[in-house]
C-alpha cells in the first residue's frame, strides 16, 4: 500500500490507515510546508486529526477474508442481540427448563429489570435469578452483583450459582467487617472489595438501639452492615425469600433495608413464592421496591398494573423439555405407632410430660407470661418427639432454675415474626431461659427423674418402629441400600436415633443448623454418595436438594402442617425421577394422634377444592403459626372438643384462602409454556458466531488467533495472551483446563462492538462461496439501520441482494449470509473497483426501500415505550398529588405541591426531548458475488 501524498480535498473519502477504516475529510490545513487534515470517522462518527501519511486513496485498498467473515459473524450475533437472543442458555452449562426459560425471555424483554420472581415453590427459582444475573454480566449491563438470603439459603445459593453458572458469591459475614478494618483504611467501603457478594438478610438489616449501647456504638454497626452495603455501588440486587422485606408497617428494619436496597441498584430481582399472604398493604410495598411509580397507595394494587412486573409458573403448569408434566404424584402416610408392653415406662413419662404443660400453659395465660406458654408448647413437641430430647431439656431447665439470680429473658430480643421462622431447636434454647413460677422445680424434678428411668429401661418406641419400616420398604422396593431422608424438630432426637441406627450398622449422615457450611456440605455429599440415612433438623434441611432420594420420614410433626410440607419439598423436586413416599410419624393415643387425624382429613378437603399448592401457600405464613399451636393446646386441655375445634381452625383457613384466592389472582400468570423452545437453545449458532467473529476479527486490529486441537491461542488487542481458549459450554466442560471466553469478557466485546462502514467508492471484495449456486450473480450488502433519541437507540441489520438485472431478491440476501458464517469462501485477487459507486447506489436504493418496515418497528418500540414512560409519571404524579391534599398546613401543602409539580414538568420535558429521533442507514459489508458484471441501470 502506497501512503497519499498529502492530496486530498475537503469531502474526499479515504482510508485511515490507523483507524482501518474509511474517513471523510472535513478540514484542510497546510502549513509551513506540512498539511494535516480533520476527517470524520464514521463507524465511531467521531472527527479525528490526521497526519497526511495515516490516509491513503479509498481505491487502493485490498479487501480480506478476515474482514468478510468478522464482519458477518459480529453483524450477525449483535442483531440476534437487538432481537432479543439470550445468551445465558447457550453460555452456561445449565439447560433451562421451559417456564425458566420463559421467566428469563420476560425478564429480558424490557430495559427496565426490575421483577418479582414468584413461582411456586420447587421450580427453581434460584436458577431463574442465575439465568438473569449470567444474561445481564453477558450483555455487559451488570458487573457488580449482591444477594440477599435468609441465613440457611447461603449455602444453596453458593453452591448453584459455581455449579450451574461457573459463577462466585463471595459470603460476607458483617460480624467480620470491623475485625477486618483494622487492617484497612478507616474510610474505605469494604462492601467494595468483592464484586459478587452474598449475605444474610437478618446480618445487614439497621438497628434503631439496642440495649446497652452507645449512640456511637449503634452509628459504627448501621454504617459498616447497612450504610456502606447499600452505597457499594452494585449494578444487579437479588433478594430471596422477598415477602419477608413486607414488613407489617414502612418502618420494621427488614422493609428499610428492602426499600434502600431496591434504590442502590438499576435492576432488582425479588424471590419469594408467596409474595401475597392475604396483605394488600405488605404486598404493596413489596411492589414498591420493585417500582415506586407505579405503586404510590394501596389503590394501584390491581391485576394490570402488577402483571408487567410479577413472572409466576404454578407447579400443576409446568412441563420438562419433551412436555411432560414436571412432577410426578406424591403419597403421604399418617404412620401411627403403638405403645407395646415394653414401652410403658415411656406412656407414662408422656403422661406426666402432658399434665405438667396443661397445668404450666393455664398458670401463663393466667399471670399473661407469653414465654412460659411458648415454653409449655415446646416441652409437648420434645415428649412427642423423644424421650432424650425432653431430658435434655428438663436438663437444661433444671440448671436455670437451680440458679439464684434468673437470666434476663430472650424472648426480648426476638419479634413474633422471627420467633415463627426459627426451627423447634433454637426456639427450645432461647425459650429454655424463660423465668420459672413457683413449684416449678418441683415438677422438673419428678420429671427428670422419670426421663432418665425412661431413657435406661430400653429403646425408643418411634426408633424401633422405623427400623421395621426400613427392613419393609426395602423389600417392596427391592432395593437393599434405600436411601432414607429422616426429619426431627431436636438435636438430641437426632442425636439418640443417630446412635440407635449406627449401632444396627446402618450409616448415618446428619444435618442441624449449629452446623457451619463445610460441615453441611459434607454432610450432603457422604448422603449422596454411599450413607443410607440421613437425619435432619428443620434449620438443617433448609435449602437441601435431595432428588436421589425418594423416601422421607418425618420422625415428629410439626404442628403447623405446612412445615411438614417444606420437609417433603427437599425430596419432591425436579428432577426426582420416583413417585416420593413419605411417612408421617405419630405416638397412637395421644392427642396429637387424634388431632392429626381429624385435621389431615379437613386439611385434604380444602386442598381439593382451593389447590394443595395454593392451601400450601397460605398455611405457610406467620399468621397461621399460632393458630396450629392453639389448636393443639385445645386439644390438651379437652380432648373432647378436637372435633370442635379443628372444624373452627379449617374454617379460618378457608375464609383466609378464599380471601387469598382474589390475591393470587392479582399474580397469575396465563401463559402457555413452550417444549420447544427450551429445546432450540442446546444447539443455537451464538457461540460459533463469536468465536468467528472474534478469531477473524484480531488480525486486523493487531492481535492473533490461531488453532491448536480443540483450542486457540489469542493475543488480544490489548497485548494480553491467552495459551489455550474456547468459545462454547461444552468444550469448556470437557476441557476445565481451558479459557472459556464469552461476551461478558470485556476483550471479546471490543472486537465485535465496532463494526466497520463500507461508503460509496471502496472497491468491491469479488467472492464465490461454496453452496451458492453459479447462477447467482450480483451484489450481496449488510445494513445497519440505527435510531437515536435522548436517552436512546436501537439497532438492526438487513442483508440485501442486487442481481445483475437490477432485481432484489430478500430469500437470497439472508441465504448469503448465513452461508457466509458456514462455507468456505473464495476471494478474487483483484477487487472491483470501476463500477464499485454505481454497485453501492443500487443497494443503497434497495436497503431504504427493505429497510423501511424494520425502521417503522423501532419507531414503534420507541413510542410504546415513551407511553409507558409518561403513564407512569402521569399516575404517580396524581397518587401524590392526592397525597399531598391530605396534609393539613395549607403552607406545607402549597410548598410540597410546588415542588412536585416542578419534578413533574422537569420529567415531562425529558420526555417530549426523547420524541424527537434521528434515523440512520449504513453499510458495513458489501460483496461481489459471482461473476464480474456490470451493475444493471
Not at 437478618?202 to 449512640?215: A, N, T, Y
Not at 413419662?349 to 406458654?373: C, F, P, S, W
Not at 460509496?760 to 453452496?771: D, E, K, S, W, Y
Not at 469462501?825 to 434497495?846: C, G, K, Q, T
Request: aromatic content about 8%; glycine content about 6%; charged content about 30%.
Amino acid at each position: 500500500m502506497t501512503h497519499g501524498d498529502g492530496g486530498h480535498n475537503v469531502g474526499d473519502w479515504c482510508w485511515h490507515e490507523r483507524h482501518a477504516g474509511p474517513c471523510r475529510v472535513v478540514e484542510r490545513q497546510d502549513v509551513w510546508g506540512e498539511t494535516a487534515y480533520r476527517v470524520w470517522l464514521p463507524a465511531k462518527d467521531a472527527i479525528v486529526r490526521a497526519r497526511a501519511r495515516d490516509l491513503i486513496a479509498l481505491d487502493s485498498i485490498q479487501p480480506t477474508v478476515e474482514h468478510i467473515l468478522h464482519t458477518a459473524a459480529a453483524a450477525k450475533l449483535l442483531d440476534a442481540l437487538e432481537d432479543n437472543l439470550l445468551l445465558a442458555p447457550i453460555q452456561s452449562s445449565v439447560v433451562p427448563l421451559p417456564h425458566q426459560l420463559y421467566a428469563l425471555n420476560r425478564a429480558m424483554s424490557r430495559d427496565r429489570i426490575r421483577y418479582l420472581l414468584a413461582d411456586e415453590v420447587g421450580l427453581g427459582k434460584t436458577i431463574e435469578a442465575g439465568l438473569i444475573l449470567r444474561e445481564l454480566k453477558l450483555r455487559g449491563m451488570a458487573r457488580r452483583v449482591l444477594v440477599v438470603a435468609p441465613k440457611g439459603l447461603v449455602r444453596q445459593w453458593q453452591t448453584e450459582m459455581r455449579l450451574h453458572f461457573g459463577e462466585t458469591l463471595q459470603f460476607v459475614e458483617p460480624a467480620e467487617l470491623s475485625a477486618f478494618r483494622q487492617w484497612r483504611n478507616d474510610e474505605e467501603n469494604l462492601w467494595r472489595l468483592h464484586d459478587q457478594v452474598i449475605c444474610s438478610l437478618d446480618s445487614v438489616k439497621p438497628l434503631e438501639g439496642r440495649r446497652g449501647w452507645s449512640i456511637e456504638q449503634l452509628s459504627t454497626y448501621n454504617r459498616e452492615r447497612f450504610e456502606d452495603l447499600v452505597s457499594a455501588s452494585w449494578d444487579l440486587v437479588i433478594i430471596d425469600e422477598a415477602h419477608r422485606m413486607g414488613g407489617s408497617t414502612e418502618q420494621v428494619a427488614r422493609y428499610k433495608l428492602g426499600a434502600a436496597l431496591a434504590e442502590a441498584a438499576p435492576y432488582l430481582l425479588l424471590l419469594s413464592a408467596t409474595p401475597h399472604q392475604g396483605k394488600t398493604d405488605q404486598f404493596m410495598r413489596l411492589m414498591q421496591l420493585v417500582d415506586r411509580d407505579s405503586f404510590p397507595d394501596e389503590n394501584s394494587v390491581n391485576r394490570d398494573r402488577v402483571r408487567p412486573f410479577v413472572i409466576r409458573t404454578e407447579k400443576r403448569a409446568a412441563i420438562d423439555a419433551e412436555g411432560q408434566p414436571l412432577f410426578k404424584p406424591r403419597v403421604t402416610r399418617l404412620h401411627a405407632v403403638a405403645w407395646q408392653d415394653r414401652h410403658a415406662a415411656q406412656q407414662r413419662l408422656y403422661e406426666a410430660v402432658t399434665d405438667y404443660v396443661r397445668h404450666g400453659y393455664n398458670q401463663a395465660m393466667a399471670a399473661k407470661q407469653r414465654h412460659i406458654g411458648f415454653l409449655m408448647i415446646l416441652m409437648q413437641r420434645l415428649v412427642t418427639s423423644s424421650t432424650a430430647a425432653i431430658r435434655t431439656t428438663l436438663e437444661k431447665r433444671q440448671a436455670l432454675l437451680d440458679q439464684p439470680q434468673v437470666q434476663p429473658s430472650l424472648f426480648d430480643a426476638v419479634d413474633v415474626e422471627e420467633w415463627a421462622e426459627l426451627d423447634g431447636q433454637a426456639q427450645v434454647d432461647i425459650a429454655v431461659q424463660a423465668k420459672g413460677w413457683e413449684m416449678e422445680k418441683a415438677e422438673v424434678d419428678t420429671l427428670l427423674e422419670l426421663a432418665r428411668a425412661t431413657e435406661s429401661q430400653g429403646t425408643d418406641a418411634k426408633a424401633e418402629a422405623l427400623l421395621e419400616l426400613i427392613y419393609k420398604l426395602q423389600q417392596e422396593e427391592n432395593e437393599p441400600a434405600l436411601k432414607l431422608l429422616v426429619f426431627t424438630e431436636f438435636v438430641p432426637t437426632q442425636a439418640m436415633m443417630a446412635e440407635f441406627f449406627e449401632s444396627r450398622g446402618f450409616s448415618v449422615a446428619t444435618l442441624n443448623g449449629g452446623m457451619d457450611l463445610d460441615a453441611r456440605t459434607k454432610a450432603q455429599q457422604a448422603f449422596a454418595r454411599d450413607v443410607r440415612i440421613l437425619i435432619s433438623t428443620d434449620a438443617g434441611g433448609e435449602g437441601l436438594n435431595l432428588q436421589f432420594c425418594h423416601v422421607i420420614v418425618n420422625f415428629d410433626m410439626p404442628w403447623n402442617p405446612m412445615r411438614v410440607e417444606q420437609r417433603i419439598g427437599r425430596v419432591d423436586r425436579i428432577g426426582q425421577p420416583h413417585v416420593v413416599r413419605a411417612f408421617n410419624f405419630v405416638l397412637e393415643d395421644t392427642v396429637e394422634h387424634r388431632v392429626r387425624e381429624v385435621l389431615e382429613i379437613k386439611l385434604a378437603v380444602i386442598a381439593e377444592e382451593f389447590g394443595v399448592d395454593k392451601a400450601a401457600d397460605v398455611m405457610d405464613s406467620v399468621e397461621t403459626e399460632p393458630l396450629f399451636d392453639e389448636l393443639f393446646v385445645q386439644g390438651l386441655q379437652n380432648p373432647d372438643a378436637i372435633e370442635k375445634e379443628c372444624d373452627a381452625v379449617v374454617s379460618q383457613l378457608r375464609s383466609t384462602l378464599a380471601e387469598s384466592q382474589g390475591s393470587s389472582e392479582l399474580i397469575a400468570d396465563s401463559h402457555v409454556l413452550d417444549a420447544d423452545d427450551a429445546r432450540k437453545w442446546r444447539d443455537h449458532p451464538a457461540q460459533f458466531w463469536l468465536e468467528r467473529a472474534i478469531t477473524t476479527g484480531l488480525p486486523a486490529r493487531g492481535g492473533t488467533a490461531v488453532k491448536h486441537g480443540d483450542a486457540w491461542r489469542v493475543r488480544w488487542v490489548d497485548g494480553s495472551e491467552s495459551a489455550g481458549v474456547c468459545f462454547d459450554a461444552r468444550t469448556a466442560e470437557e476441557h476445565p483446563e481451558l479459557e472459556w471466553v464469552t461476551l461478558e469478557d470485556p476483550r471479546a466485546r471490543a472486537v465485535i462492538s465496532e463494526l466497520p462502514r463500507c461508503v460509496a467508492g471502496q472497491p468491491l471484495p469479488l467472492v464465490r462461496i461454496r453452496g451458492l449456486p453459479d447462477t447467482v450473480n450480483g451484489a450481496w450488502s449488510l445494513w445497519e439501520i440505527s435510531l437515536s433519541a435522548e436517552g436512546f437507540s436501537r439497532r438492526r441489520f438487513l442483508s440485501v441482494f442486487v442481481a445483475d438485472d437490477g432485481r432484489t431478491f430478500m430469500p437470497t440476501a439472508k441465504r448469503i449470509w448465513d452461508l457466509l458464517l458456514t462455507e468456505h469462501i473464495d476471494l478474487s485477487a483483484a477487487p472491483l473497483v470501476d463500477d464499485a459507486s454505481r454497485w453501492f447506489e443500487a443497494a443503497h436504493s434497495a436497503a431504504r426501500t427493505q429497510g423501511e418496515r424494520q425502521f417503522s418497528e423501532l419507531v414503534e418500540e420507541h413510542h410504546a415505550r415513551l407511553r409507558e414512560e409518561r403513564e407512569r409519571e402521569r399516575y404517580a404524579y396524581d397518587a401524590r398529588r392526592q397525597a399531598i391534599g391530605r396534609i393539613g398546613l395549607a403552607t406545607v401543602r402549597d410548598h410540597r405541591r410546588k415542588r412536585l409539580l416542578a419534578e413533574h414538568e422537569a420529567r415531562v420535558a425529558m420526555l417530549d426531548i426523547a420524541e424527537a429521533y434521528t434515523p440512520d442507514l449504513n453499510a458495513v459489508l458489501m460483496l461481489r458475488i459471482g461473476q464480474n458484471k456490470a451493475v444493471a441501470s
